[in-house]
């Protein structure tokens, strides 16, 4: 008889599936997969949800979640890209901000509501935490990342943007 798939073991497994961009960051801890179901008829369903509408990864991220589940030998499974739950900076887990800033990426702050841009220059430096840091653009090299510059160790540096 097969072993019985749980949810706790599928998110172990796409624990395993990292961002493309961020290859250092799992996509659970990104917290792109936001919802995990095993029903029943022990058919696995994996929702995502890409960090910006029209993302460029999110069709190679599908494939990963995908491949990953039939390399554990799961052959009954459905993986849709869903806008029923919207993607927050929020969402990334302590391990991520964590990977993030070994990363060299200034993880985003935690908010309860961005209303202004003020929120992208206070951002400490991921090098050496000095808060003497200044937004360079609010354009970095995808849509999730800002360009800034610490005066005290003098690293230009991109910030994961709260969203």
């Known amino acids: 008889m097969k072993e019985r798939i749980t949810i706790s073991k599928v998110m172990k497994w796409l624990q395993e599936v990292k961002d ?4 250092v960051i799992s996509l659970i801890d990104l917290g792109v997969i936001t919802h995990v179901n095993v029903d029943s008829n022990q058919k ?3 929702e995502m949800t890409p960090t910006f509408v029209g993302c460029p990864a999110m069709d190679y991220m ?23 739950q919207h993607w927050s900076s ?15 990426l200034a993880p985003p702050p935690k908010y309860d509501l961005v209303v202004d ?21 609010p354009f970095g090299p995808t849509l999730c990342r800002a360009m800034h510059y610490c005066n005290s160790c003098k690293q230009a540096f991109e910030q994961f943007k709260p969203v």
């Open 90 to 104: 929020n969402n990334i887990t302590e391990a991520g901000r964590k990977a993030l800033k070994q990363f060299g």
């Open 62 to 84: 599908v494939e990963e979640v995908k491949s990953t589940l039939k390399n554990k030998r799961i052959d009954n499974f459905e993986v849709n890209v869903s806008f029923k």
């Open 44 to 46: 696995v369903q994996v």
């Open 20 to 23: 493309p961009e961020i290859p």
């Open 117 to 137: 841009i003020d929120i992208l220059e206070q951002t400490p430096c991921p090098f050496c935490d000095s808060t003497d840091t200044e937004l360079k653009t």
